[in-house]
């Protein structure tokens, strides 16, 4: 019999781990345990005829059955068969630290460690280390391989990481769209964990019963390929770990020492407790940037939303949106309206023609002859307004990183601190998958050289979030979803009203979201022709483009609309107010598909805002404001769908209304089909 170990640290007992490796070694099973802090959820890492496995349960109930770990390679045999267990070494970690800017300004990071080290019973006595974490909001397992004579320079072919579900959860995925590799911009689709293919991560799940969700995903991607997951394709609850390859098939390429990234499971009892998710965060090191007082979270507006919807080009011609005196224009809008920064978009050589295919002729140095590159970085700066310089590579890697340093040192030398990346593209012009170990290689080089020119970094076709921005702050936020834009071109008609209370338990669970939210044209008159029902359009009502502001997290928050839209309409006051930058976030109400609730209060200061929203039902929710200071009296600032609203036929009207509210007050939230309702609640005078 195993002999149960009780550690006493403090004054509170726990079981840190249920152990008997030492005694079994070797033999045909061993296994050995670690728990959360609150002892809720509890891996097991056993062997079993000479394999590794682990399990997942949470308060005795399995949620993942044990599971394959392991690798396979070219050129050498799979470590997988033949393993034994030759130490564990245990630890507990409890630190509360502060986020430069985010959805909570506070982060616990409390875990109990479990690392297993193993080895190949046979030839060539190969050694690797299982570390696991678990916390009381999900666990965390990577693969470190130490140096060894045996185990050198390699080649990874595949991750043989499996993740079996005990339950045929329902999952709310988009595909990983083999073989076309770029993209995460798809419409969400759900069903039982059994008719998975092959689908992205951040991976949300909830059990039949409703008692648990999950959310499958990954966390400090340095160094290695993208993981997405293969399904089971209606046989089992298996998801196998599946890597997207480099041009040449391999998957990863490495040297021992080596460390994969963290294999994440989030667990939630509500949908609602899933955000703010810190588990990656934690996972990742902490801040190695000298100094973040320079990373400013900010709402923008920018010369952009004319090109997808056709008024201006990228182009050069009559119709080229980055001239100078159309940059100043928006940087006048900014100041005047309190936005920190202007983006422009296609100021530099290189969109002329077919951009996507002559994606190596992009300059990252030169403008336009029509933009003056230093004049508008002058303009900016006297207006107390940042520059967000966009940099477009489609794909063309070598060709930025030859010019990353140029172009870096001049943005640097104009007082530019923040760019806006892109990179549209289906392989790169060096003929790798966008998620491969080369693509993920880049992105960390670029955030890493942009924070040695003091530059913040917001990536569209991005590498997903793995909470990189712990170690470095820089970077600050991402598209990586289908956002704002598809709403002015996608041949599909645009975002149905349920896609953002999907994001909201999917990918907003990663990270930070450069959703572009703020169109008040919601029919898209301004392209110049009359709307049609079968053309693209914004299908929200006005008051639900305000709570996303609120609902869809992003430290850069833009107000994506020609500034020309926003000329007498009373709701924009509310994006002139709503904060980027957070203490506080609690997520009051959810369902995933149907609708949210979302509060946060601003970093340092007594104001909350409220962003509720909901799919193409109408709904009415009542809202307890218990989160308030009690004995404290405030002002309730309403933007609400107005008479009649609905995101189909009559997206416009807004209520706006003010009301005294305390913490002891229940507001009734009344949202119309596509709606939402936006609210600003401050300390009365
Ligand atoms: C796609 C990006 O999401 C969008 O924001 C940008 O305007 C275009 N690419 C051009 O770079």
Redesign the pocket.
Known sequence: MCPRLWVRRSTRPFSLVFGCTALIAGTAAAQVRVASPDGRNQVTFQIRDGRAYYDLQRDGRALILPSLLGFEFRGAAPLRDGLRITDTTRDTHDETWTQPWGEVARVRDHHNELAVSLEETGSPNRRFTVRIRAFDDGIGFRYELPEQPALGDFEISDELTEFTLADNARAWWIASNWPRKDRSEELFSSGPVSTLDSVQTPLTMETRDGRTFMVIHEANLVDYARMFLAGPRMEGRTLRAALAPMADGIKVRGRTPFMSPWRTIQVADRVTDLAPSVLGLNLNPPNVLPSTAWIKPMKYVGI?WG??INTMT?SSGPKHGATTANAKRYIDFAAANGFGGVLV?GWNVGWDGDWIANRNAFSFTQAYPDYDLAEVARYARQKGVRLIV?N?TSGGIQNYERQLDSAFALYHSLGVDAI?T?Y?TDLTSEGHSHYSQFMVRHYRHVIEEAAKYGIAVDV??PMHDTGERRTYPNMLSR?GAR?Q?YNAWSGDGGNPPEHETILFFTRLLDGPMDF?PGIFDLLERSSGHAHRPEEPRVRTTLAKQLALYVVLYSPVQMAADLPGNYDRQPAFQFIRDVAVDWDTTRVLAGQIGDYVVVARRERGGPTWFIGAITDEERRTLDVPLSFLSPGRRYVAEIYADGPKANWFDNPFPVSITRQAVTSATRLRLVLAPGGGQAIRIRPAR
């Open positions: 952009w090109m997808h990228w978009e966009h477009e806006k892109g549209v569209h076709e598209e956002g834009e572009t």
